[in-house]
C-alpha cells in the first residue's frame, strides 16, 4: 500500500490557494466595476497574484509528491489512468496559474489597465475560471487517488 498522505497534503493546499487567487481576482473586478477606488483594486489584485504565486509552488511540489506516488501505485491500473489525468491536470493548472499571476501583477501595478485593455480583463476572467474548474476537477482526481489502492 502506497502512502498518499504527503500528495494529499500537497493537492489541498493546491486546491486552497488556487481558490483564493480565482476569488481574490475576481473580487477585484468587481470591486474595480462597482468600488472604484485604485488602492482597494491594487491591494486586490496583489493579494490575488500572491495567492497564485503560492499555488504554483503547490503545484511543483504536489508534481514531486505525484511522481513518488504514481511510482508506488502503477501496479493498479484505476491508479495509473487516475496518475495520468492528474499529471494532465497539474500542468493545466500550471498555465492558468501563469496567466492569473502576470494579469494580476499587471493590473495590481497599473489599475488602468482595466479600462484600456480589455484583453487584459479577458485573459483574468478567463484564467479564473480555468483555475475554478481545475480546483473542482483537483478534488475529483484526488479522491479517485486516495480510492484507488482499495
Not at 497599473?110 to 479577458?122: H, I, R, T
Request: net charge neutral; with cysteine.
Amino acid at each position: 500500500m502506497c502512502d498518499f498522505s504527503a500528495l494529499s497534503g500537497f493537492l489541498t493546499s493546491l486546491g486552497l490557494f488556487a481558490g483564493f487567487a480565482a476569488t481574490s481576482a475576481v473580487f477585484a473586478l468587481m470591486w474595480a466595476r462597482f468600488g472604484d477606488y485604485p488602492p482597494v483594486v491594487s491591494i486586490c489584485f496583489s493579494f490575488a497574484a500572491a495567492w497564485a504565486l503560492s499555488a504554483g509552488i503547490m503545484v511543483v511540489l504536489a508534481k514531486s509528491a505525484m511522481t513518488t506516488f504514481c511510482a508506488c501505485a502503477s501496479r493498479v491500473a484505476t491508479c495509473s489512468s487516475a496518475c495520468d489525468n492528474l499529471k494532465s491536470l497539474l500542468i493545466a493548472l500550471m498555465v492558468s496559474l501563469a496567466i492569473l499571476l502576470g494579469t494580476s501583477l499587471a493590473m495590481g501595478a497599473e489599475p488602468l489597465l482595466l479600462s484600456e485593455q480589455p484583453a487584459l480583463v479577458v485573459a483574468l476572467i478567463l484564467s479564473a475560471a480555468a483555475t475554478s474548474v481545475g480546483v473542482g476537477l483537483l478534488g475529483y482526481v484526488g479522491s479517485k487517488l486516495s480510492t484507488c489502492q482499495a
